[in-house]
């Protein structure tokens, strides 16, 4: 079946660390994006990727960073910048030039802060 | 210009009741408006999705109305079921590749 694959589905992380979230996805979708979601909020975009070897700030970059090397994969890193990183990370992806049509979300990864 | 307003944060229904949850943009070149639903500790879900072409779509229970001089559009669903009990995010966009979603409506259907 095609999807979104993100793991882990839960991470805990110690204070001054750097991790990794991982998100891959076999929709042959040329888009990708990440999104916090803080309790009881709504979605906030950290960054995007249209294109393989490009992508740009959404409107939270500051903390994190991302990498696109393959069409299938967009690792987030949430670095010891980001002061208050606990939170309910979401990926998504969608096809190319449709606007929109066919965004597809992952289960979500679980970050928190020991 | 880039968003899209909903409203309310918050709603309690009864079990068979009408939910209806708005949403408001200001961006007339967008074209495509989608609900998400989601469930807690899950991504949200495409529910249902309408273009500006036409005023209503309905799939089962769930009804989106659109009305392009106000630009406002609304889910509605009918004979609500505790099983819907979720949040709602409402969603636009034009030939970009974002949605621009809503802050999202936490619906309580009661038994």
């Known amino acids: 079946d095609g999807g979104i694959t993100q793991s882990p589905k839960y991470l805990f992380r110690k204070e001054g660390q750097n991790v990794t979230l991982s998100c891959e996805q076999n929709?042959?979708?040329?888009?990708m994006y990440w999104y916090r979601q803080d309790p009881g909020q709504g979605l906030r975009l950290i960054y995007y990727?249209?294109?393989?070897?490009?992508?740009q700030k959404g409107d939270i970059a500051e903390g994190y960073s991302v990498s696109r090397e393959k069409k299938e994969s967009f690792p987030l890193t949430v670095t010891s910048a980001q002061k208050n990183p606990t939170a309910f990370y979401l990926c998504?992806?969608?096809?190319?030039?449709?606007?929109?049509?066919?965004?597809?979300f992952g289960s979500g990864t679980r970050l928190t802060v020991v | 210009q880039q968003q899209v307003k909903q409203s309310p944060q918050s709603l309690i229904v009864q079990k068979g009741g009408i939910s209806i949850i708005n949403c408001a943009y200001e961006?007339?070149?967008?074209?495509?408006f989608p609900w998400y639903q989601q469930f807690p500790g899950k991504g949200p879900a495409l529910l249902i999705a309408?273009?500006?072409?036409?005023s209503e779509k309905k799939e089962g229970r769930f009804t989106i109305s659109f009305n392009k001089s106000a630009k406002q559009f609304s889910l509605h669903i009918m004979d609500s079921q505790p099983g819907d009990s979720a949040t709602y995010f409402c969603?636009?966009?034009?030939?970009?590749?974002?949605?621009?979603f809503g802050s999202g409506t936490r619906l309580l259907v009661r038994p």
């Open positions: 998504a992806s969608s096809t190319a030039g449709t606007g929109g049509y066919g965004y597809t």
């Open positions: 929709l042959n979708h040329d888009a």
């Open positions: 990727s249209q294109i393989v070897n490009d992508f």
């Open positions: 961006n007339t070149a967008f074209d495509y």
């Open positions: 309408i273009r500006p072409d036409v």
């Open positions: 969603a636009a966009s034009s030939s970009s590749y974002k949605l621009i």
